[in-house]
């Protein structure tokens, strides 16, 4: 069952830095931390109030704060899964939960075989341990050992379709707390694109959208966040961008706690506003033998980087996570092609040569 | 052309402990370094046995066993090549060649959509660097720095029809060498299988050809290299063993270079005993969409096994190897399903129940 927790911890995409939390944190998980955990959770707090004033002030405060993201995130995935569903017409989620008490909250949802998808995954996650372990806090040495809750929403979404792009989008939320001090608490994710065929306007649909949820939160973000998005999903070994990018962030903490909460909520709903538009003008597009042989071929990179480069993926497989979990991102039906070159001046060369080098799409 | 040798290289199948040999050590060949290996492989010793007498003297009688275990792998090369070929009536083997005189000579070939292979690779390699890091010598850290030549056969095959098993099967020589102090070299190498559908008499005959051969060299040969290739070749974070095994070994020098050098002519040519009538034997078994469904999934964790937790592939990969050589070994077509269980009592579930757990095949 720890395992089993473990791995869905990681489908909140551990991109950042959090490297070995997931395992250890939960399997030495003490009783008091759970049940400080439940404390705070539960809202029952007048019991220890008189002994810890400032703690449980602090808790009571952050558990509301919690409870908001959560009840966000829990929206945002049946959000996400409702309006796939309407797209898609011909399938529906299936939906697997496990719950420990003050320690998971974990809702995988899955739909395979669509008109459209044929696999989206959308999983809500809510872990906490009890000690950050330092190298999950390398960048805040403060923060190791602290215990921690961590809860997202990831999604991972293979169309059928080869003109349509697969996507990738992820919010997470962190907190590190210790007794009697403040508790750190962080926000990180994004979204990105994974054309087989590039569309030049989509591509600009995309990173608009982008932009456009960002412009509110300071001038800089999206150029940052572009920025970061595309040096993270880079395929060293093939020196080929994953797809066309969109926005990577974490330890997302300022300038307050509202304002970073309102920009997680902007990117969980403009991945829809940028992801739908996208599938529905290109869903009725005809395609053959040719273009799936090139999407399963493409989809091999999306392997390649998910097994290899991923830090997240290969961190929880390394260390004993729950690998159905971890590997939902995995395409449904993929082909390696030794040596394979696309034509000179084809789609699918322009997809090498155009979209898939960094750029920037709005300029 | 440095990453594709590096990539070359790799084919090898780093299995064994030379982390990061490949990379760095061939960027930095120096010309003398070249010179040296080009004087030895090619016997032209006269000029310079004067003054470096006791080196140059070792130097030629090295260059003789290096020319054998040389010509071996180049004639193992062909006769597998041609084995396999006859056997598939359909299609030949393509090669490609890289050449750098006195860095490398490799030879990789290639056979797809062939009758009964869907994909066949069988590479020779011969690479030289000037500098064995300390991480590829951590067993014998008095190696570090030293020079070395590694030369080797990797053979991966990948059947179209479900009921023949996929097989792996790596010979490999290494020789660190100093001026004026003894050469260090050591063999390694080994062959597995991987069934989609396992058959127990095929299991016996493949770990019976494996005891045969080992049995001139000693007792324990066998059972030793069998739970070595047990242990490498385990998919941890599946709790599956990748196949059936056979054996896997490493560091191989003692008694004495004619024995080691015998082992490995015998692991070579064993891999053909223990394979093709394997393949003669299932090559007519008629099999349908659920078979080859199943295939299609198990090569899932082949996939798992070579990016996840091979460690040439991995470090190859990650450090800039020529990807296209190292992914050779990955499945020409592989699907995922995401909670994926065999039903109870089919020969599916047979597999797992059975034939990958690790267990001595000959009791």
Redesign the interface.
Known sequence: MNSLLNGHFFLIKIFFNLWSIHNNALKNCSKSSLERLKIRNGGILRGQKNSQSNQLKFMNLSAQEKEQVKAFLIYLQDKICQELTQLDEKEKFTE?CWVMKGKSDCRSR?M?KGRLFE?A?VNFSDVCGNALPHSASSRRPELAGRAFQAMGVSVVIHPLNPYLPTSHANVRFFVAEKPGEEPVWWFGGGFDLTPFYGFEEDAIHWHKTAQALCKPFGKEKYSQYKKWCDDYFYI???NEARGIGGLFFDDLNTPDFNTCFDFIKAVGEGFLTAYLPIIEKRQNMTWGKKEREFQ?YRR?RY??FN???DRGT?F???T??R??S???S??????????YQPEAGSPEAELYNHFLKPKDWLA
């Open positions: 697997q899955l395979t696999q995954g060293k070994h093939r399963l091999g392997v390649e097994l290899v480069w290969l929880g497989l390394q004993g996570g690998s159905e971890i590997l939902m995995l395409p449904p039906r993929v082909r390696w092609e030794c040596n």
